[in-house]
């Protein structure tokens, strides 16, 4: 199986669990073990689309239990005899393997997966930036032989760019160093907010300047942090900046001075 | 039906406005080369034959890093040549 494996460094993999609430596509080639008509494999194909329950497959990493799956999209691009060739859009954690094992189900002929590539990871996609291991090699080599940063910075991206399906918040510079350590994030800390936003929905905290301070789960609506001039609008998850980038304009809570000085 | 994620529009609305003090912090794509790996991701064509995990392992060794993670293995299907 070949295709976009987005591969984060050091610190950037606080964001990985992020980059799993932002769905996958892949192409495929599924083998039928009969032929089957064109339309009745569309037909079949069709109904696999919107909520699934899919076992995960014998050879699986997560626990062998039922579970949901949404199919975004499902196209039928080509049949050739016995192969069907199709595009799929869906959650993190589907098994493309099981859907052609069921499509197959479903069909009576049986079916299994031939060939998988992925094309997509969230907004990492088959672009100019996506890099093979031997592009990685030279561009390393260029930095420790000839001290050149250029390849490496075209290779790699600011973990940043793996964030931007998730709805923002642009924080004050005065909010970030409590985030970072581990406050929820008050409405006075707000600038910028995204639409979209809901209670319960995952969205990552930004500084002016667009680095990422935290995932963050809201506790608020859009609407509302709009509206409102006090209250926690979201919860802190994931720290992702380190503490004392940004300066210490918070205090301690009274109650927690008073125990100190007891 | 749920909207695919990468077709979701958003708008930005603006709360409040303030200046960011340049002496702190840093814009992601200025960032020096040591930091800029530390806080970087690679978009990377997994090719075929070895897994996931020895991928990400090579990674690390050609970037002499400590720690790199993937999103979700991309198995290796039965029966493909594995190096």
């Not at chain 1, 699934?52 to 014998?58: D, G, T, V």
């Not at chain 1, 990422?212 to 942090?225: D, F, P, R």
């Not at chain 2, 979701?8 to 040591?34: F, H, M, Q, S």
Request: positive net charge; hydrophobic residues 40%; contains cysteine.
């Amino acid at each position: 199986m070949t295709g976009i494996l987005p591969v984060a460094l050091e610190e950037a993999t606080k964001i990985v669990q992020a980059l799993l609430l932002m769905g996958k596509e892949y192409i495929c080639i599924m083998q039928l073990h009969n032929p089957i008509s064109e339309n009745i494999l569309k037909d079949v194909i069709n109904e696999f689309i919107g909520e699934i329950y899919q076992r995960p497959p014998l050879r699986a990493s997560v626990k062998r239990q039922v579970r949901i799956r949404i199919i975004y999209y499902l196209n039928l691009l080509e049949v050739q005899s016995n192969l069907a060739l199709f595009q799929v859009g869906c959650q993190s954690g589907t098994y493309i393997r099981k859907l052609c094992y069921d499509i197959g189900e479903a069909l009576g002929c049986g079916a299994h997966m031939k060939e998988l590539r992925r094309t997509r990871v969230g907004p990492f996609i088959e672009d100019q930036t996506l890099t093979n291991l031997y592009d990685l090699v030279y561009a390393q080599a260029a930095f420790t032989e000839e001290g050149s940063e250029t390849k490496l910075r075209q290779i790699i991206q600011p973990m940043e760019n793996g964030l931007t399906l998730l709805p923002k918040v642009y924080i004050r510079d005065s909010a970030v160093d409590a985030i970072c350590h581990g406050a929820h994030l008050a409405i006075p800390g707000i600038l910028k907010v995204e639409t979209g936003i809901k209670p319960n929905t995952i969205l990552t905290l930004f500084t002016q300047k667009g680095e990422a301070v935290a995932l963050a789960k809201a506790t608020m609506s859009t609407e509302n942090i709009m509206k409102q001039d006090h209250g926690i609008a979201a919860k802190t998850l994931r720290v992702i900046m380190p503490i004392n980038t940004y300066p210490k304009m918070w205090r301690a809570s009274k109650t927690r001075l008073t125990k100190k000085q007891i | 039906m749920r909207p695919i994620p990468w077709e979701v529009k958003r708008e930005l609305l603006i709360k409040a406005e303030e200046e960011t003090n340049p002496d702190y912090g840093c814009i992601p794509d200025e960032r020096p080369i040591k930091d800029y790996i530390k806080y970087g991701v690679i978009n990377l064509d997994k090719p075929a034959g070895p897994s996931s995990h020895e991928v990400v392992a090579w990674v690390k060794r050609i970037l002499n890093l400590q720690r790199a993670g993937h999103s979700g293995t991309l198995e290796a299907v039965a029966g493909e040549t594995r190096l």
